[in-house]
């Protein structure tokens, strides 16, 4: 939600990145139609034509290219998620992007590796074959356009020794472009441009250019020309879903993969973690099949009839959560939605066939079908000290867990009741009568339905969690998002919430209200007659061994000393701004595991000798060396110490 995300092209509104909850966002672009908002101008269609005179490329390609990759729009000088600047999408993907985004990967020794396809540094090209610098093919939208038009006139001479002002003979640089490795994505890209050449477009960008592509029907691309680049064909890979979806694949972004053989290589897959795209199906995957998005997913769901694309086989890891740790042991499950619409976009159909995807999913891995283990994406914990305020918090208040699980044929269990001290309670209201007040802003909103800053009410998912025991209590406030400050309603600051099926240990209770140990502090949410809460029996609560605070970790790596040689050790460091507190307990939301690592290189698989316990730690998980805690059982479901 503090990271501009991956632009997106839809065919009549065309959509650009935004401030979003998910992996991916957009706000509107008006097509085939002004705005007549604003000062408009045309200058950037003479930048286009201007850049096509230059490089001998008919202006209708370039725009159509353009379309494809921006939208037309600058976007100031800021990159896309995957590293992509101006109208024309010059990539300039950094090891920091991918240190966090969706790979999550901090403190890896192998994020040069990750970052080194020429394919994911098209800006750098397009710098050597104008002499401009880097900073102004970023900045500047003119130079950036003339820098697109150079390297796509490159690949038309590599493809027919030459440029040529008949449009159908630029399909093979066009597919070029596209800087897919795989034919298959080649020809989607070139396809989608060529269409857009054919049917037109026009409208106005978000900073007041109006543009226009006329429309030429009757092109008829040489699409013969794909062949000489040479790309390898698409592996036709069979669906791994349950038969009682409708099941297609669409191979994800390469970018965004790490080739593996799960579990058969010793990484175990023990979550699934619950997303949604922030934006239409379509469009999202489109997105996610882009060569140079550093993004990936294994499956993403239609809202209107539950369809299903499979984007990455479970074997592999897709860059989807945020945080390596939890992309290693993870499936990816996107959703066709935006969060800031609550439950609008969640409908049956995608309830029903993302539940039976789950059970088989489940069933296949092992997979223990409770909410410790079905996890939304605004779950998963923070890998390091500065990506921890800027995790996503899809798929939001409006998806129904307690709904979900009871499709799973898990509902949440327990009796409601007042609890008591020490005893651990799941949250559970009831979604359609838990109407809750948030506070939503336009950057919240990728439709662009939201002008201005408003409170919503919505049925949710969560409760409020306050510093005292009343309704005039400060919310309280993460300390990775407002250091010692009150948190606050807005539909994006997580950090006071604790939602449906999350487990806590009571620290205290007065009336009506309830105290839980949250975050390393003392909150309290309102739960009269045990209303919102319900008693949970089965688990196991940690604690400090000894009198000390426990460090609280985002990821699980193992120690520097027991990588083999050659290998390059990753390394973590405590979250700074948490700790588990003496006195303090909280509940493991999974048996503790041994640290891991792998290398995609060599296929290497890394284990560590000691183990971490997962924690319901807040509003996300942690993670704590087994070591530093001791483990006692509610019941006797597991032994005490045991994992």
């Known amino acids: 939600m503090h990271k501009r995300r991956r632009r997106l092209r839809l065919p009549l509104v065309i959509a650009v990145g935004a401030l979003a909850a998910g992996g991916l966002a957009t706000v509107q672009f008006t097509a085939l139609a002004d705005t007549g908002a604003g000062a408009v101008s045309e200058a950037r269609q003479q930048d286009f034509a201007a850049a096509a005179a230059e490089y001998d490329i008919p202006v209708n390609v370039l725009l159509g290219v353009a379309y494809q990759e921006s939208g037309w729009d600058a976007h100031g000088a800021m990159p896309s998620a995957d590293g992509g600047f101006g109208p024309m999408h010059l990539t300039d993907v950094t090891p920091e992007m991918m240190a966090g985004g969706d790979a999550g990967a901090a403190g890896r020794a192998d994020l040069g590796s990750l970052t080194a ?367 010692t400050g009150a948190g606050t309603n807005r539909i994006n600051d997580w950090g006071g919430t604790a939602q449906s099926g999350q487990q806590f240990v009571v620290a205290e209770v007065q009336g009506d209200w309830t105290a839980i140990w949250y975050s390393g502090a003392k909150v309290w949410f309102h739960n009269p007659d045990g209303m919102n809460a319900k008693r949970s029996y089965g688990v196991k609560i940690i604690r400090p061994i000894s009198t000390a605070p426990v460090a609280v970790y985002g990821q699980s790596y193992p120690d520097v000393s027991e990588y083999p040689a050659g290998l390059s050790p990753s390394k973590q460091a405590p979250l700074s701004m948490y700790s588990v507190p003496a006195g303090q307990a909280y509940v493991a939301t999974q048996a503790a595991a041994v640290t891991d690592d792998y290398f995609k290189s060599s296929g290497t698989v890394v284990l560590g000798a000691k183990k971490m316990y997962t924690i319901q730690y807040n509003h996300r998980v942690a993670l704590v060396y087994a070591n530093d805690v001791t483990a006692t059982s509610v019941t006797q479901h597991w032994e005490n110490g045991g994992s």
């Open 117 to 483: 396809n020429p394919a994911l540094h098209t800006l750098q090209a397009a710098a050597r074959l104008t002499g401009m610098s880097e900073d102004s093919l970023r900045k500047d939208p003119v130079a950036n356009i003339r820098g697109g038009a150079a390297l796509l006139a490159s690949y038309q001479k590599q493809v027919a020794g030459g440029t040529s002002s008949d449009v159908s003979q630029w399909y093979g640089a066009v597919a070029r472009y596209s800087q897919s490795p795989q034919k298959q994505a080649a020809v989607a890209f070139a396809d989608r441009v060529f269409k857009t050449i054919g049917k037109g477009a026009a409208g106005v960008t978000q900073d007041g250019q109006r543009i226009r592509l006329e429309g030429t029907p009757a092109v008829r691309p040489a699409t013969s020309q794909v062949d000489r680049l040479h790309l390898k064909a698409s592996d036709v890979a069979t669906t791994e879903c349950p038969p009682t979806v409708q099941c297609t694949f669409v191979p994800g972004s390469p970018a965004g993969v790490q080739v593996a053989n799960r579990p058969a290589n010793g990484i175990r897959i023990d979550t699934i973690v619950i997303h949604d795209l922030e934006t239409t199906y379509d469009a999202g995957v489109r997105g996610l099949a882009q060569p140079t998005n550093s993004a990936a997913t294994h499956y993403v769901m239609r809202s209107s009839d539950g369809a299903v694309t499979q984007m990455v086989p479970t074997k592999d890891i897709a860059f989807h959560a945020g945080n390596y740790s939890t992309n290693l042991h993870s499936i990816g499950i996107e959703h066709e939605g935006y969060a800031v619409q609550g439950a609008k976009w969640y409908t049956e159909a995608q309830y029903e066939a993302t539940a039976e995807l789950v059970r088989y999913l489940a069933e296949r891995f092992s997979i223990p079908l409770d909410r410790q283990h079905i996890v939304g994406h605004d779950n998963v914990a923070g890998p390091a000290d500065a990506y921890v305020s800027g995790m996503h918090w899809d798929p939001g208040n409006g998806w129904d867990w307690g709904h979900f699980m009871q499709l799973l044929d898990r509902p949440i269990s327990g009796l409601h009741g007042v609890p008591a001290v020490g005893s651990v309670v799941t949250i559970a209201p009831t979604f359609a009568d838990n109407v809750q007040t948030v506070h939503v802003c336009p950057s919240d909103d990728p439709t662009g339905e939201t002008t201005a800053c408003t409170d919503k009410q919505q049925a949710s998912n969560f409760v409020y969690l306050r510093t005292g025991p009343s309704e005039t209590a400060p919310l309280f406030g993460d300390q990775a998002i407002h250091g």
